[in-house]
């Protein structure tokens, strides 16, 4: 079985990174778009990153233009926007695709280990996950990831310890972040 420091990435200049060099840390992967309704989560990412990145806290920021074309531009682009609009301090990675046959390893990875995303909390939050989940073109298939910022927190033994949805905001679960540090 590989194990999350087999892979390696690519950040936005294109040049690859091991996973293995995160080894010690708590990681939280993220599938982000600029141009999303859940956008805004980017100011609780950043509260978290603030807040535990001198503990141990990465977060892997995956731009992904998979859902409703939300991530447009380049990922210099995508960086600009993020560091300029939401202070963001952490890297945004190279643009990925997260399901289907181009899916990038490693979420095809995460996507085996923790396959479904947890109940939305909150009426809000259920009837946007239901409106999305009748959007043409987006997979009911089990595991697959539904749409733009859903997370996964992984350990500092690497393993994959929780999937939170689209829905569910950073600073909801930082508790379970706080866990892992």
């Known amino acids: 079985m ?3 420091y ?6 936005r200049k294109g040049e690859e990174i091991s996973l293995g060099d995160y080894k010690g840390k708590a990681l939280l992967v993220v599938n982000t778009a ?3 309704g859940f956008t805004p989560q980017y100011e609780g990412l950043e509260k978290l990153y603030s807040k535990y990145h001198d503990k141990g806290l990465e977060i892997l920021d995956f731009p992904c233009n998979q859902f409703g074309h939300q991530a447009p531009g380049s990922d210099d682009e995508i960086h600009e926007f993020c560091t300029a609009k939401y202070k963001t301090t952490f890297d945004q990675l190279a643009k990925i695709e997260v ?6 390893p490693l979420w095809t990875y995460l ?3 923790v396959s479904e995303d947890p109940e939305p909390k909150g009426m809000k939050n259920k009837l946007a996950m239901k409106a999305i989940s009748k959007i043409p073109g987006v997979s ?3 595991g697959f990831i539904k749409w733009n910022f859903t997370k996964f927190l992984v350990d500092r033994d690497g393993k994959v310890v929780a ?3 689209p829905t569910d905001e950073p600073l909801d679960f930082e508790d379970k972040i706080k866990e892992v540090l």
């Open 34 to 36: 600029t141009g999303c």
């Open 140 to 142: 009911k298939e089990k």
């Open 111 to 113: 996507k085996a280990e």
């Open 6 to 11: 087999d892979f390696k990435i690519k950040n």
């Open 99 to 104: 399901n289907g046959d181009g899916a990038e």
């Open 2 to 4: 590989a194990s999350i």
């Open 163 to 165: 999937r939170f949805g």
